[in-house]
């Protein structure tokens, strides 16, 4: 899995149909705000398209889903590049995986030091706990913001690429 565009040097690898090249990719809103030292939106599709074309399975990771102002319109957005991006050969075996925006107390801490200045939302108020595999809780979105970034995102999975198998959404 990655969210960078330096891919041609895998290219010709022997994969022997093992490997499924998975690309992290979210709205040009998170890219900007909260991963700035990685690739652009339109250099990890290029990426993706390269790949495909080389012969390899292939798969998107939306992660992290963050609910931010216009968050509906930006996934939406992101889905449309995709899909006038990818050849019509890449759909039939593409996988998707949805991953919720989550925090932990200690990655909390070390945003706050290290970050003060960024505008990611760590409330815990607002968010709900679920038990994380680290014996450590996990602060995520409500049973309600859950149920809409499913339906959202999966909606928009299943509309521009009705053919994709989406892996899980947590």
């Known amino acids: ?26 709205d040009d809103y998170i890219i900007k ?25 292939l798969g998107f990771i939306v992660a992290p889903v963050y609910i931010h102002d216009g968050w509906k319109e930006g996934y939406y957005e992101m889905f449309e590049k995709l899909e006038a ?7 039939k075996d593409l996988t998707f995986e949805m991953i919720q925006h989550r925090f932990t107390k200690p990655a ?19 968010r709900k706990t679920k038990w994380g595999r680290d014996d450590i809780y996990k602060y995520v979105y409500q049973d309600e913001e859950q149920k809409d970034i499913k339906e959202t995102i999966g909606g928009y999975i299943h509309h521009f690429f009705p053919e994709a198998k989406i892996d899980y959404f947590t």
């Open 85 to 91: 991006s990818l050849p019509a050969f890449a759909r």
């Open 33 to 57: 705000c909260f991963e700035p030292d990685t690739g652009r939106l339109h250099e990890r599709i290029e990426a993706s398209v390269k790949v495909v074309e080389a012969g390899y399975p």
């Open 1 to 26: 899995m990655t969210k960078f565009p330096h891919v041609d040097h895998l290219l010709g690898a022997d994969y022997q149909g093992k490997t499924r090249f998975r690309f992290s990719i979210n």
């Open 108 to 126: 909390k801490r070390v945003i706050q030091e290290n970050y003060s200045m960024i505008k990611l939302e760590l409330d815990e108020s607002k």
